[in-house]
């Protein structure tokens, strides 16, 4: 009596073995190299489109941006409302993260050229127009959770950065770090852009944007 009858959806078994699993940080700290990718103008997208349009639309733009990202061997970390944020260099560190990053980055930008001019065509939808940021620097991976809630997390001051970079950026452009430069710069045409006030940041950073790949070297 006063006890509730209704049985416990979580195998006690398998609840132990979850919470084994919980824990704080793991602290595995690794180099690698960080895009953010953010779609301009989502909000008036939506109101333009409609729910039903725009999630069709967002579907497709969310296909390219992860089989450009796999496409150079990254993984996608997390998906947000118009965006993602990818990492390069893990779980297999990669010598060659930075440049795999710019080329997955540019491959984007082709890509979502074609769906515009393809869109334009079909029913002159409206232009889409992407900006990406990429930074290179030391990251906390680990999992983060609560009861049977476990997350993996990159933490640390470079996914920090490659965010603010990111918002930095030119619609359709790619904006990188000197970090990743110094990586890549053998491998692609960049413009200097010099120094940038970054939000969280004391002293001004270097960025750099994008142009193509270079001539003088062969293809990825």
Do not use: W
Request: hydrophobic share 40%.
């Amino acid at each position: 009596p006063g006890k509730s009858t209704v049985p416990s959806l979580v195998d006690p078994i398998e609840k132990e073995k979850v919470l084994s699993l919980k824990g704080p940080i793991e602290g595995e700290r690794r180099q690698v190299t960080v895009l953010f990718c953010d779609l301009e103008g989502s909000t008036s997208l939506i109101e333009d489109l409609g729910d039903e349009k725009a999630f069709i639309l967002m579907d497709e733009i969310f296909g390219i941006l992860t089989r450009q990202v796999h496409k150079y061997e990254g993984r996608v970390q997390e998906f947000r409302g118009d965006g993602i944020m990818a990492l390069f260099g893990v779980p297999i560190a990669l010598e060659n993260a930075a440049q795999r990053a710019i080329r997955s980055a540019l491959g984007i930008q082709q890509e979502v050229t074609r769906f515009n001019r393809r869109i334009e065509h079909e029913s002159r939808g409206p232009v889409i127009r992407m900006r990406i940021g990429i930074h290179t620097g030391p990251v906390i991976l680990g999992s983060i959770g609560s009861d049977l809630v476990l997350e993996s997390q990159v933490i640390g001051d470079t996914v920090n950065l490659a965010s603010r970079v990111q918002s930095l950026a030119e619609p359709g452009a790619v904006y990188v770090t000197e970090e990743t430069i110094k990586l890549a710069e053998r491998f692609f045409r960049f413009e200097d852009l010099g120094e940038r006030t970054v939000k969280g940041k004391a002293a001004p950073v270097k960025v750099y944007r994008i142009i193509s790949p270079s001539t003088l070297h062969t293809r990825f």
